[in-house]
């Protein structure tokens, strides 16, 4: 029989969790952002369950609103280790997971992050990534000297430039450059050091880069967003898309169209990796896999609530929390809010119901129920050609995390569809990805293996 297709799973491990009201449940150390021992905690749990990475998404700045006013203070969504640093720490406490930071191009220059990430590459033995995103709020544009955020198309396109530009320092010395031979005296071959000398639209960088070429060959790309100028990006560059696809068919058409633009840069199409976020809340039986979600619901803040609506409906503190939702007044925002306001209508929510339902998902994908009902899913996605695995997002941490290591896992395995043992030593050899040819060792005809 054919061996079934392997899952890929990774965890967002940021803060305290994704769901709006985790940070007050009682088994969640609520001052964990701030401590390291919580992320080596919660690193150690996903590298026990042989998940493929921890991944960490990032803003430079609170990008959260006070709106309606009293919400922001409620929030856990304020402070946040530097990820890269953190990675940095976790990365010397872990021995095989994947270690995964987000990190802009809007705000950083590529010499910076060719460095960085090149360096957490060999600080880990081969376990960086680089989640690849534009940022998009005026308020990280507040942090960096602007008055807006950069235009969208600009964004893009200096994003396209950045990664070309990156990708181009990496490849800086080829393997086996560095011979320190000290008989000769010799300490690299200057024939396998080679300088970029980029001129471009955005950035000017001569190179060659301080740092060696990594165990990966190159630390791994992810990208997320889904505009077609992200797609691009992410054909041409990324090893991994992370999607907050919500409805299987969507997700077919966006998995369909991602892998379809990869030819078109000479990739095959199991070069890259789509891993939609999935919250997943999980109990022995359905009743309670029910009440878990309940009781996270009880723990969302009414104004925390009214914070996830208050772009669409404006300011509703004022109306009675377990009352019917108003019609939205304002013209410019009743567009935007029609969708949310026929939602409660249809199921007759209160204002409370409808911030449960919009807030706890925080726009991936959740799924109640049992193991089997999680498995079941996650297979039919796959299956379907709508992924190749998950980014897992708990809801609370650790306990989202334990719950799924504990319950969903086994059923995975027992499926045959995720592994008991990490497959080889570096986070490209785990995801089954082959090592990228140093373009300069390509010219000259010699290949690379696969990564080990
Ligand atoms: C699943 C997912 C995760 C994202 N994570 C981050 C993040 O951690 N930090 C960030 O600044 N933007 C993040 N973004 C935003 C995207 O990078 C991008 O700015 C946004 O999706 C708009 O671009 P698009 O129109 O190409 O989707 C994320 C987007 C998605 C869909």
Known sequence: MAEKRQLKLGVSIR????????????DVPSGGAMDFEHFVNVARIAEAAKLDMVFLADGVGIRQK??????LCRSNQNVELEPITLLSALAAVTKHIGLVATASTTYNEPYHLARKFGSLDHISKGRAGWNLVTSWSDAEAFNFGREHQMAYADRYERAMEFAEVVTGLWDSWEGGAFV??????VFYDPDRLHTLAHRGKH???LGPLSVDRTPQGRPIIVQAGASDQGRDIA????????????DLAAARAYYASVKGRLATHGRRTDE???LPGLVPIVGATRAEAQAKHEALQELIDPLVGLSYIYGNFGDLSAYPIDGPVPEPKDPKLRSRAAVMFNLAQEKGYTIRQLCQAIASGRGHRTVIGTPADIADTMEEW???????????????????????AALVLPELRRRGIFREEYEARTFRGNLGLPEPQNRYTEARGQGTALSA
């Open 272 to 274: 890259l990796l789509m």
């Open 180 to 185: 320190h031979d000290k008989t000769s005296g």
């Open 382 to 404: 796959v299956d379907q050609g709508a992924a190749d695995g998950f980014n897992i997002i708990p809801t609370h941490l650790p306990v989202g995390l334990e719950d799924f």
């Open 15 to 26: 803060g305290l969790g994704y769901h709006a009201g985790g940070w007050r449940h009682p």
């Open 66 to 71: 006070d709106e309606p006013p009293g919400s």
């Open 203 to 205: 950035f000017s960088v």
């Open 235 to 246: 054909a041409r560059f990324a090893d991994i898309v992370f999607s907050a696809e919500q």
